[in-house]
């Protein structure tokens, strides 16, 4: 498939043009529609933003670009990031004139959160380093750049930076598997289960969706497809050697289609602490929907992932269907009292990520 990779967030790019990372986008993204009180249209962002500007064309099919871009917002909303849409001034209805934005405001710490000389200093350190390590020369010229629209921001990297998700370590490989058609072998461990089951597979698509990175492959010798959580490889992904044919078709939009349709299909009721952190955040997953009662109801892909995020919110959110993530939430927080119980120091954390679709 070489250069057809295979992202959710990136489409191929031209030979003249080298390739983003979707990191680098969404931190310049956030960067920008931070700076404006108006903010920007989606014509400004295409064309102006790092990693859509290389690839706009004006006056010309920015379709594709156009579908990026709305997938960026989702999942800059899943990071937490609160991006607003709003009607350009005496255009109200127009959604071509539409403007996007994120507030300080809700963005921001409260006022009344405050942190000593030592822990600033200690967070500033962290965020320096990530921002070194993950990001470019060409994306810190990118911010230099946003300057370019009279957007200048003189805030620290502190709030911002570390909010922007890593790829997964076996990330890398995957993509340099992608673009040999090479067959590869992991190990691959299922929630509820004690131990990994090596797979070998072709590699069709890198996609990202809620958040999270997925691959998309075959089992070799059939039609099969199945796609694995990134975060659930725990070995080293290698290559066997062997190659296989370039499949027809987008297996990108087929994979991302394979997903929503998971997502949408799954949905939980679950009735929140009025005004509280659970109820701001969930109400903002992507469908959520406030029913007449209070209770919210959420859609997810994955019964595990979403009884760890539930669990986070101990008794701020109580699920009230369906039965199974009602019990994995609940078993979370069994777990966590018994960690405690066993030593009043350890903060369990509830267990790891991962999705069903594997």
């Known amino acids: 498939m070489s250069s057809e990779f295979i992202s959710s967030q990136d489409a191929v790019p031209t030979p003249s043009v080298s390739k983003i990372p979707v990191e680098e986008r969404l931190?310049?993204?956030?960067?920008?529609?931070?700076?404006?009180?108006?903010?920007?249209?989606?014509?400004?962002?295409?064309a102006t933003v790092q990693g859509y500007r290389q690839r706009y064309r004006a006056g010309g099919d920015n379709a594709n670009l156009e579908r990026q871009f709305e997938r960026d917002k989702d999942d800059i909303r899943d990071l937490g990031v609160p991006l607003e849409t709003v009607d350009s001034p005496g255009q109200s209805g127009n959604n071509q004139n539409l403007r996007y934005r994120?507030?300080?405001?809700?963005?921001?710490?409260?006022?009344?959160?405050?942190?000593?000389?030592?822990?600033?200093?200690?967070?500033?350190?962290?965020?320096?380093?990530?921002?070194?390590?993950?990001?470019?020369?060409?994306?810190?010229?990118?911010?230099?750049?946003?300057?370019?629209?009279?957007?200048?921001?003189?805030?620290?990297?502190?709030?911002?930076?570390p909010r922007i998700r890593l790829r997964d370590a076996a990330f890398e490989p995957l993509r340099a598997a992608l673009e040999r058609n090479a067959i590869v072998r992991f190990a691959y461990?299922?929630?509820?289960?004690?131990?990994?089951?090596?797979?070998?597979?072709?590699?069709?698509?890198?996609?990202?969706?809620?958040?999270?990175?997925?691959?998309?492959a075959a089992e070799p010798g059939t039609e099969i497809t199945k796609t694995f959580l990134l975060r659930r490889i725990v070995s080293q992904v290698t290559t066997t050697g062997a190659t296989f044919p370039a499949p027809s078709g987008d297996q990108t939009a087929h994979a991302l289609a394979e997903l929503d349709e998971v997502w949408e299909s799954h949905t939980a009721d679950v009735e929140v602490v009025p005004d509280s952190d659970a109820g701001t955040r969930l109400l903002k997953r992507r469908g959520s929907l406030r029913?007449?009662?209070?209770?919210?109801?959420?859609h997810y892909s994955?019964?595990?992932?979403?009884?760890?995020?539930?669990?986070?919110?101990?008794?701020?959110?109580?699920?009230?269907?369906?039965?199974a993530l009602r019990a994995?939430?609940?078993?979370?927080?069994?777990?966590?009292?018994?960690?405690?119980a066993a030593?009043?120091?350890?903060a369990g954390a509830p267990g790891a990520e991962g999705t069903n679709h594997g």
């Open 27 to 46: 931190f310049s993204l956030v960067l920008a529609l931070l700076a404006t009180e108006t903010g920007l249209t989606k014509n400004e962002v295409l």
């Open 102 to 161: 994120i507030p300080r405001g809700s963005y921001e710490l409260p006022d009344d959160i405050t942190f000593s000389p030592g822990e600033s200093t200690l967070l500033n350190l962290a965020a320096l380093v990530w921002r070194e390590g993950s990001l470019s020369g060409e994306s810190r010229r990118a911010i230099i750049k946003l300057k370019g629209l009279g957007l200048v921001s003189d805030e620290p990297v502190l709030g911002y930076a």
């Open 189 to 216: 461990l299922k929630p509820g289960e004690a131990e990994a089951r090596v797979r070998e597979l072709a590699p069709l698509a890198l996609v990202q969706h809620q958040g999270r990175w997925h691959l998309h």
């Open 291 to 298: 029913l007449p009662s209070g209770v919210l109801r959420l």
């Open 302 to 323: 994955d019964v595990n992932i979403f009884a760890d995020e539930l669990a986070g919110y101990g008794p701020e959110a109580l699920v009230l269907s369906p039965p």
């Open 328 to 340: 994995a939430v609940h078993s979370r927080l069994l777990r966590t009292v018994d960690e405690h």
């Open 343 to 346: 030593d009043p120091s350890t």
